[in-house]
């Protein structure tokens, strides 16, 4: 753990509430992403795994705080997430679904007006959002999945600029299909 972390309720990881790199307008980036060792994290629309603990971080890191996907990654939700702002991205001027706010571009989701509840931004995916969106990326919660599964979607490999800390790990059991590891990557 580094600094900007802070160890939350059952370990969830709690963003420094500062702004992000660059100009003082753009706000602060962070992702978050289940990823299996050889990158996939998505398979038919879905996430090939069921890891129960990890749904539960991913749920207590990113409660208040805004929640920006694309459009392939909610229709799999099925639902708003609720506690958060919900953002999409779609190109599909006609899109509306109710409890979420719909853009038509990665980068309008970094540029909307704030609200006074909105907490920081997360991007939690899928691909195409965590390929468009991690240029501006500040701190990505990786949870590596012990494991090597087939699937269509993927992460983006990570440079040599990513610093990874280890925030936790987890082994596999009755709701955890898969041991998988925790970390922080922050830009050197
Ligand atoms: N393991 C994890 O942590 C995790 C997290 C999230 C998702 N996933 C998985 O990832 C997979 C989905 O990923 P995906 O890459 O196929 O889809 P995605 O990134 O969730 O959504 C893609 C859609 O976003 C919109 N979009 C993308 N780029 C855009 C741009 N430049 N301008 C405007 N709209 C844009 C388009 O929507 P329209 O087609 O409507 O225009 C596009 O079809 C699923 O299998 C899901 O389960 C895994």
Known sequence: MTGGERAGRDGAAQPAPEEGRGTPSRRRVHMIVARSKNGVIGRGGRIPWRLRDDMRFFRETTMGHTVVMGRKTFESLGRPLPGRRNVVVTRD??????????VHSPEEALALPRTPADGELFVIGGQQLYEA????????????????????????????????????????????????????????
């Open 93 to 102: 001027r006609g899109f509306r679904a109710e409890g979420v706010e719909v």
């Open 133 to 188: 969106l991690l240029p501006y990326a500040d701190v990505i919660y990786i949870t590596e999945v012990d494991a090597v599964v087939e699937g269509d979607a993927f992460f983006p490999a990570l440079g040599d600029e990513w610093e990874l800390t280890e925030l936790r790990r987890h082994g596999a059991d009755e709701h955890n299909e898969y041991p998988f590891t925790v970390y922080a990557a922050r830009r050197r």
